[in-house]
């Protein structure tokens, strides 16, 4: 029996120049998106909460409280993706790519964490009401800090489907949750604007807000448990995978055992090879490196393990004659 693998982790083949050239270029990348976002939540937490003391309003404040979990989100991110882009080691030889799915675990957590705040302050004020004040400033400035989020978020999304980052992919989506979160926010003050009777809306708003965004945060939890529990790829990226051995097999072989996974934006995938026992080491050697280069260029970053077995192993013993 014969075992292969492929990819950064594997002791006996250093990866590729050009991979380890294209994994600093997608860290490079991924590190500027975190750190816009740090930047950009600093410049909403300081325009939302400006709006809260213009206003009053307990429906600002949740929306400033949200982009405070924003900015500490950022901040996990990058530490994060410092840890993830850390070479292999002795004491982590599959690299540290799941410190990915602790940062969106952290920021699903600290994301129920504000919604809980924001039910709270919403209900508070339900049972105190109190007037608002310059809500057309206050508009005004959260359509600024709005319009911040959205361009950040939809550049942030772009980095992420190009570089398969689920730490910057969770971020981008959770600027944009704090974007209609906004948006449903400075919808209802512009009511009271012409409503005025109508300030009740402000503190059920912030209510609202609050458990829309608990489902942001139950999503990126589950998404951190999956990860962490070494979920398979998506049901496509297997099909993908087995097309592309299937596709690649002489005459006379098979496969089974498929297995696969991701941890951050590295795919594992491994299986058993099946070839017949007059099969050379050389040519067995050449087809895991025929199919390993098959399935890396189709499904990127792709670390293959390959055991080979004779097939005859797997064949059902013959009765004998008489039996």
Known sequence: ???????????????????????????????????????????????????????????????????LVNLAAGLVALTALTIAEQ????????????????????EGTLILFAAASIIYAGWNRFLHPAPLENLGWGITVGVLAAAMNFATARLMLEVAAKHD????????RHLLTDVWTS????????????LP????????????VGLHIVITGVDLL?????????????????DTAEELIRAGLPGGASFHALRTRKAGATRFIEFHLLLPGETSVRESHALCDRLEASISSHLARASVTI?????????????????
Request: aromatic content about 6%; cysteine-free; hydrophobic content about 45%.
């Open 1 to 67: 029996m014969m075992r292969r693998s492929s990819g950064r982790f594997n002791g006996f083949r250093s990866a590729p120049r050009l991979a380890l050239r294209n994994n600093a270029m997608t860290m490079n990348a991924t590190r500027k998106m975190a750190l816009l976002s740090i930047a950009t939540s600093i410049a909403t937490l300081a325009l939302k909460f400006g709006a809260y003391f213009l206003t009053d309003s307990v429906s600002l404040l949740s929306d400033a409280l949200e982009a």
């Open 87 to 106: 070479p292999a080691d002795d004491r982590h030889t599959y690299g540290h790519d799941k410190a990915e799915y602790f940062s969106i675990g952290v």
């Open 165 to 172: 980052s689920v730490t910057i992919e969770a971020d981008a």
């Open 183 to 194: 948006a449903g926010v400075l919808g209802g003050l512009l009511v009271i604007v012409f």
């Open 197 to 208: 009777g109508w300030h009740l809306l402000d503190p059920l708003i912030a209510v609202v």
């Open 222 to 238: 589950r998404r951190s448990i999956d990860g962490l529990m070494d979920a398979a790829l998506s049901p496509g990226e297997i």
């Open 307 to 323: 055991h080979v077995e004779p097939q005859e192993a797997h064949e059902p013993a013959a009765r004998p004659p008489g039996s």
